[in-house]
């Protein structure tokens, strides 16, 4: 399939499937074109920073703009041969097109490693330059950037930042529908409601079948990071700003649960390799952006019990959201691997099922406790679903065969320039915390 990511001013390249435009335009151009994405995304950052970031980092963010967009418009099922990897060749407008391009021998394995997919990029003349703000803002005195999802782990990153008062971090969000109230709350519980940047990337389509896997969807967060980087004193004055992507180690890494596992709905957006990929790709470009995970050898539980503010965290933990199939209802599922995370993690921290006052879908933590989840059809539901077997497997591969088998090729010295046994006790550890939540559903 081949797509082209351009503004709206710019024509259409000969040959190509589809067209997004990207960053201005109104929605009328919707109707001219396939798809757009990011057309808000300079106003609303206009309007917060009052001043402009670098124009390496809106190149950045238009490749973030362009991948995401070409992903919802190319359907998995209805151009793929073994229904998930898509050929997908992209055209995108820059800056400097001939720095780009000498690049691409970087960024397309970069990609394909996070989506799945084969990648082709060319880049053409057509980089963003908006006009600077009217009103200009004096100075950006923030030390660092840190994303701020919603989810449990970001929050806790948020917390323990704020609590140990040694940073002053931007907080970056990508402003989705059932996040936005959970991103403001925390941003103001921690009295830093007037340091969150909530950006819209909203890739829209028109006329096709959206792909809905969305697996590169948080490059786009990362894009917005990059943009807030950008503006902030240290950085024009030459300094390094770390940009902070806090996630638990077990789902950073992403080890497939059994060999059939595609993890359609995962994203390796913090994995070790792909931060390591993209770190190359910010020092080729001279982006003086330090990407940083500080959870990266933590899993989820223990994150919870090492958290430097424990009565912020009993307070607002409940209320983040992890769920990968919540769907309209924003209501955890209770059964997605990302939801037996949670659960897994709260039961390490508090040592009982009633400290989660999550609600949950399957089973409801009050059918946990009273023991009555064989007995209904949520406690069915539950048992029969494909990520709580899926788990289930792995456990007994790895009871029966040590870890190193379950892990396999997904972890090594050669893959990752990391200390490979560490990532092995963090992915291993991961499972057990499951594993020990699961003894309390009686299917262990």
Known sequence: MKIAALRPEQSTPARVDHRINIFDGDLGALSRSSGHAGLSVANELFKWAGRSPSNTAWDFTALALAVVGADRLVNR???????????????????????????????????????????????????????PPKQH???????????????LDSLIGAIDMETAGIEKPVYVSNRVRGDVAKQELFANRLNAGNRLLSLNADPRTSGVTA????RPRSIVFVAFAVLASTLLDRYK???????????????????????LRRGSL?????????????????????????????????????????????????????????????????????????????????????????????????PKVEDLVHGRVNNDFHGKAFAEYDDVMQVMTALDSVERNGPRR????????????????????VAT?????????????GLR
Request: net charge neutral.
């Open 137 to 151: 803002a004096g100075s950006r005195r923030e030390t660092c950037v840190a994303l701020l999802s919603g989810g």
């Open 266 to 362: 995962s994203t390796r957006t913090t994995h070790p390799k792909f931060i390591e990929m993209l770190q190359d790709v910010f020092d080729d470009l001279g982006l003086k952006v330090r990407l940083r995970n500080d959870y990266q050898l933590k899993t989820k539980g223990t994150m919870m019990i090492e958290c430097k503010d424990q009565a912020i965290l009993t307070e607002l933990a409940p209320r983040s959201m992890s769920c990968g199939r919540a769907g309209r209802s924003y209501t955890h599922c209770g059964r997605c691997l990302p939801c037996l995370v949670r659960r897994s993690a709260f039961l390490k921290w508090a040592g009982r099922l009633d400290a989660d006052t999550t609600a949950y879908i399957h």
């Open 429 to 441: 550890e991961g499972l057990h915390e499951i594993g020990a939540f699961l003894e309390l559903t």
């Open 237 to 259: 004055d030459g300094g390094t700003v770390d940009l902070h992507t806090p996630e638990n180690g077990f789902i950073s890494l992403n080890i497939p649960l059994t060999t």
């Open 77 to 131: 099922a209805g151009t793929s041969a073994d229904g998930w990897t898509r050929e997908i060749e992209l055209t995108i407008g820059v800056s400097d097109p001939h720095r780009w391009q000498s690049l691409a021998g970087k960024l397309v394995p970069m990609l394909s490693f996070l989506t799945g997919d084969f990648w082709s990029l060319t880049f053409v003349e057509g980089g963003y330059h908006p006009a």
């Open 406 to 425: 379950w892990i396999g090729p997904h972890i090594t010295a050669p893959r990752l320039r990391i200390d490979a046994h560490a990532y092995r006790n």
């Open 211 to 214: 792909e809905i896997s969305q």
